[in-house]
Structures are given as C-alpha cells and as structure tokens.
C-alpha cells in the first residue's frame, strides 16, 4: 500500500458552527481543536489541532503529574483528569507539567487526531 503525505498540519481552517473566543475548544467527532482567534457563526476559522497550549481553566482540586492524561469536561466547562466515568469526558491530550491541587493554570499537549 502506497500513501502520499500532501501537508503535515498542526490547525484547521473550519467554518464555525457557532461562536467562539480565543482559546475556546471546537470539539465535532474525532477532532479536538482550540480557536486560535475569535471567531463568529458561519465564518471561516484557524483551530489548532495539535501544540503546546497554556489554559486557565483547569480543575482546581485535581493534582497533576506530567504525562497525565486530560479531558475536557463540557458539563462544567474546565479540563480535568477525570475520564468521566458513565459520562465521559472528551479527551484533549496530556499534561506537559505538574500542577498542585488548587491551581487552575495548566499546560496541555494537543496532540491532533488520537
């Protein structure tokens, strides 16, 4: 079997389904991406699919271990290291950094499609 690699990419330009503000996830399927800019419904938007990201809206009373996996929990709108158990939580990447329980601060590997 042959294959030929047209692009090597670490974003997404997408026509936005909604409204998003910079650093906001786009989650649809397969793919995890976070708005590069702010984007309004039904324009065309860069969503970057794999980095290195710095978020603040880590759950506060997890503590983390670098390699960790994250998830995002939509419900309450914050990444955790929660899977979500019955529920789950769409999984985003891994952490690249310790972070001490009551932090929200937390660096975040995208790493595109899983």
């Known amino acids: 079997m042959s ?3 047209t692009e090597q990419i670490d974003r997404l330009d997408i026509v ?6 910079k650093g906001d ?23 970057y699919i794999k980095g290195l990201f710095l978020f603040d809206n880590v759950k ?11 998830y995002w929990d939509s419900d309450n709108k914050v990444i955790t290291t929660d899977d979500g158990g019955d529920t789950p939580n769409t999984y ?3 952490f690249a950094k310790a972070k001490a329980d009551g932090e929200t601060i937390g660096e975040i590997v995208l790493n595109g499609w899983f």
């Open 3 to 5: 294959h030929i690699l």
């Open 16 to 21: 936005a389904d909604k409204d998003y503000k």
């Open 25 to 47: 996830f786009f989650i649809k399927g397969e793919i995890v991406a976070v708005a590069g800019f702010d984007v309004a419904t039904d324009e065309l938007g860069t969503f």
């Open 60 to 70: 506060s009373d997890d503590t983390v271990e670098i390699g960790d996996k994250a």
């Open 92 to 94: 985003i990447g891994y």
